[in-house]
């Protein structure tokens, strides 16, 4: 029994002289780093002539196989046999922090953590920190090494190994400096979805963040978190031979003025946390690490954090909309539906004008909208020739348009057209979310990449794009054909961790395009979305056709969540999402199949109460006003049919 004690626990032993037996010594080195609920172990393996590794263990069984740990930088190369020369005892990790934006108000972290000290053969040092959590693990490198002052990265030897019959939901990288105007990347593209682990991605760009697995019963979603703008953004690499998965970095392209590709700093290297979110799908989909992991927030005035919805020319009728009395129109839209803002897109200055801009944030404020305004991040990184440009790049520039339209009555901006995820591409997005924050302006970043839990740091970060939203199918009918397996991702991947600006939903026609999804589908996308501004894509006259008690819906609908679960679904297929604000529950549902689904919903979070539904009426596609409404009777289960590409909202008192 005590043999066995010291084998579990892999402890160092020491001989004492004179005596006859070991005594057993505690080496936090060499054991396992335990989730509070002891189901998750994370163990780091050094053996000589080896590449340091570590590896994941959920309720005793592998969901990791020993993966790689280590950075080569100019100087120092800290991967491959490294040798672990010390390993504190742990601490325990306890934080509670609120969000305006996002899956739940008010948050609990709590984690174990323990540091590993490593070194190489030239005996330069550093420090790798894990955490574990209840649902994942979180590790990041620390790289002091005094004969460094200077830390250059050359590449991040991270790696992730799956077991051979693991299974992928990944999205693939577009390549940079392609696609219209040269705008790639901007994390747009659809999701390769159930593919074998080790599935080269289609671009050699590689595949971006979360990326999410799935091996046997346990579903693991990898991303990162901690992102300061010293370090460049990761994405895992294009091959992943074996089902190992490695770290990838930027294409030279996406360097900012030809400069800052990876991380270059002075002094200390803190890398972002490495999060792997895992447990049942339920867990992984409930999780809060992209923002547990995040740093605290600055100070900004809370008055001014005004999570919302928005009201957008832009989507069904682009450029031409542009013009003043369209914009009062949907002022007036705004104002009609209780809705907070309404977005003022491409060449507003020149079509518009910053004199009639504040004629129109003036009548917007007699009717409690407020105004977002478009502009163009970009110097010479693309072709794009949308204004406002140019006038962002310094922090000087910054100020001063800043002041300026805040001086006009404005509330927040929309900031287009990135270049990528160099390091310099992430300071200057810091840069921006701090000089919005300093003159008190609200931000959506569009043409982006993903926000990696920066709206917990600035919650002046209202949403960002980085996805293939709703602008994509009015281009083409191909990705309107697309969309609801599209969709059906979100919730499980780009919408996971982060707000995300979709700009859905839409009842009526959309220009060129024939619709594939049901008015049901739609709505469910309101409530199915996280986005801390929601710019709804209807016009005016598509609302219009809908009935009273969908308007109505849309404007008492909570403008942030209390909370939110995971209640059935399945990536790709079918997704039902719960979010609660005060003590009502709001369930939405959708179905990406071409066949009915029937569910059995366990709603026991929400009360035994009855519930409202609204759904699909008789004719699901092609008709504004196929709705339709109904009581659920009183109990803690609901059984409700989704049609092919439909979907629901169920509304529910505690």
Do not use: C
Not at 115 to 124: D, K, L, P, R, S
Not at 259 to 287: F, M
Request: proline residues 6%; charged residues 20%; hydrophobic residues 40%.
């Amino acid at each position: 029994m005590v043999k066995n004690f010291i084998s579990a626990l892999a402890v160092g032993v020491i001989a004492t002289p004179g005596a006859m037996a070991l005594s057993p010594v505690y080496d936090p080195a060499k054991m396992p780093l335990s989730s509070p609920d002891s189901r998750i172990q994370v163990s780091v393996h050094a053996t000589p002539g080896e590449p340091l590794s570590y590896s994941v263990r959920r309720d005793g069984k592998p969901v990791l196989l020993p993966s790689e740990l280590g950075l080569q930088m100019q100087g120092a190369d800290l991967s491959g046999a490294l040798a672990v020369v010390g390993a504190n005892s742990g601490k325990t990790v306890a934080s509670r922090y609120r969000m305006a934006v996002g899956k739940k108000r008010d948050i609990s972290y709590r984690a174990n953590e323990r540091t590993w000290t490593v070194q190489n053969a030239q005996n330069q040092k550093m420090d790798i920190v894990f955490r574990v959590s209840n649902d994942g693990v979180a590790f990041r490198y620390v790289v002091a090494e005094p004969s460094l002052p200077r830390k250059q990265l050359i590449q991040e030897r991270t790696t992730f190994a799956f077991p051979g019959t693991a299974r992928a939901w990944l999205q693939p990288m577009s390549v940079a400096q392609t696609g219209w105007e040269r705008t790639n990347p901007s994390y747009e593209e659809h999701y390769k979805m159930d593919i074998a682990v080790g599935t080269a991605s289609p671009s050699p760009a590689g595949w971006v963040f979360p990326a999410l697995f799935k091996t046997d019963e346990t579903w693991l979603a990898l991303s990162e978190a901690g992102m300061d703008g010293t370090y460049q953004a990761s994405r895992l690499a294009p091959e992943s031979k074996n089902g190992v998965y490695s770290i990838g970095n930027p294409m030279p392209a996406e360097a900012y003025g030809g400069k800052g590709l990876l991380a270059d700093v002075e002094g200390t290297l803190t890398t972002p946390w490495r999060l792997i979110a895992l447990g049942s799908l339920a867990t992984v989909t409930d999780s809060t690490l992209g923002t547990d992991l995040a740093a605290p927030a600055i100070r900004f005035d809370e008055k001014l954090v005004k999570p919302g919805h928005a009201s957008w020319s832009w989507a069904l009728l682009k450029d031409d909309s542009i013009v003043y009395d369209v914009q009062k129109k949907f002022i007036d839209y705004a104002a009609d539906m209780k809705w907070d803002y309404t977005l003022i897109d491409v060449n507003w200055d020149t079509r518009i004008g910053y004199d009639k801009i504040r004629e129109l944030a003036e009548y917007g404020a007699r009717k409690d909208v407020g105004l977002i305004l478009w502009y163009n991040s970009s110097g010479p990184w693309n072709g794009t020739k949308y204004t406002p440009k140019d006038k962002l790049l310094t922090r000087e520039q910054r100020t001063a348009e800043f002041k300026r339209i805040r001086d006009l009555g404005v509330k927040g901006v929309k900031i287009d057209f990135f270049n990528g995820d160099s390091q310099a591409m992430m300071a200057y997005y810091v840069d921006i979310l701090n000089d919005a924050a300093a003159a008190g302006l609200l931000v959506n970043f569009h043409g982006s990449t993903i926000p990696r839990g920066w709206h917990r740091t600035w919650p002046n970060l209202m949403t960002m794009e980085s996805v293939k939203g709703f602008e994509f199918t009015s281009f083409e009918q191909k990705d309107e054909d697309a969309m609801p397996t599209h969709v059906a991702m979100l919730p499980f991947t780009r919408n996971l961790f982060d707000p995300m600006d979709f700009t859905p939903m839409v009842f009526g026609d959309i220009p060129n395009i024939k619709r594939t999804t049901s008015n049901g589908f739609e709505l469910a996308t309101s409530v199915l979305m996280l986005s801390g501004i929601q710019h709804f894509a209807e016009r005016p006259e598509g609302m219009a056709t809908a009935p009273a008690y969908v308007k109505d819906f849309l404007r008492e609908l909570p403008r942030s969540w209390d909370d939110s679960r995971y209640v059935d679904g399945y990536p790709g297929q079918y997704a039902v999402i719960a979010r609660r604000a005060g003590d009502t529950w709001y369930i939405a549902g959708i179905n990406a199949t071409e066949s009915d689904k029937t569910l059995t919903l366990d709603l026991s979070f929400a009360g035994s109460g009855a519930a409202q539904i609204i759904a699909d009426g008789e004719a699901v596609t092609g008709n504004p006003a196929s709705f339709s409404q109904r009581s659920i009777a009183a109990g803690t289960k609901a059984v409700v049919t989704i049609k092919p590409r439909g979907g629901f909202v169920i509304t529910k008192k505690q």
